[in-house]
């Protein structure tokens, strides 16, 4: 079949956030007295929604977080995407030339969202077409965001492709039925993030956003041909 639709992660995929991310988080919960580190936050949450994240934390707490941990959590991270934040590289150019329609699904919420994309000027680039996991019941793996944003975008899951960064993205990009392209050019990505995105299930992995065009012609080509 071929590909209609480009459907874009946020957080690591069009902005390199995921290391600022990391440190916001576990800054925030460490103070709320839940130590871990950015590494841990990275190896357990990458990919999955906050709401997830926190019922976890919650059941090995043994009570809920506080309120405030919510305001300080998105006060450190807006703070630190406004001052850090850069879109991944090649990204907008990529948007220049691909002919396919794009939108974004993304387990961050539309503020955080609007912040993140918007002090990368991708905000209006994407705009109105951002779906985040609070659209839907269950996040990342689940493949019920991916779902809601393809019918928001009127392409059958068939003719779409997924760019994602996250083992939990990549999960759930094929359980709903379409294919599933592994980024690891963010900063948070190592020598070993590649073959971790194959191994989970991505049709193919790369790592400069620049290869983006070529690959997705290549695939809708192959489809036409086999």
Same mark, same amino acid.
């Given at each position: ?9 946020? =957080? ?27 590494? @841990? ?58 002919? @396919? ?12 969202? @609007? ?36 019918? @928001? ?36 990505? =190592?020598?070993? &993030? ?8 991505? =049709? ?5 956003? &620049? ?10 080509? =192959?489809?036409?041909?086999?």
């Amino acid at each position: 079949m071929p590909i209609d639709l480009i459907i874009f992660d946020c =957080d690591g995929v069009l902005v390199d956030s995921e290391l600022i991310s990391c440190r916001a988080h576990a800054d925030v919960l460490t103070r709320h007295g839940y130590p871990i580190t950015s590494a @841990q936050v990275s190896e357990r949450f990458l990919g999955r929604s906050t709401k997830q994240a926190n019922l976890e934390i919650e059941s090995e707490l043994g009570r809920r977080l506080p309120e405030a941990y919510h305001g300080d959590l998105q006060d450190e991270l807006f703070r630190a995407f406004e001052a850090d934040l850069e879109a991944i590289r090649g990204i907008h150019d990529v948007l220049d030339v691909v002919t @396919q329609r794009v939108c974004v699904a993304s387990s961050g919420s539309h503020p955080r969202m @609007q912040v993140s994309l918007g002090s990368t000027g991708l905000y209006e680039r994407l705009a109105p077409n951002i779906f985040s996991s609070s659209q839907v019941t269950n996040g990342k793996p689940a493949p019920d965001l991916f779902l809601f944003a393809a019918s @928001q975008m009127g392409v059958p899951p068939e003719r779409c492709v997924v760019i994602e960064d996250s083992l939990a993205g990549i999960a759930g990009a094929r359980a709903a039925g379409m294919k599933v392209f592994g980024f690891y050019g963010g900063s948070h990505c =190592d020598d070993r &993030h590649a073959e971790t995105l194959r191994q989970a299930g991505a =049709d193919l992995t790369f790592g400069d956003m &620049h290869e983006l065009p070529d690959l997705i012609r290549r695939v809708a080509a =192959d489809a036409l041909t086999g």
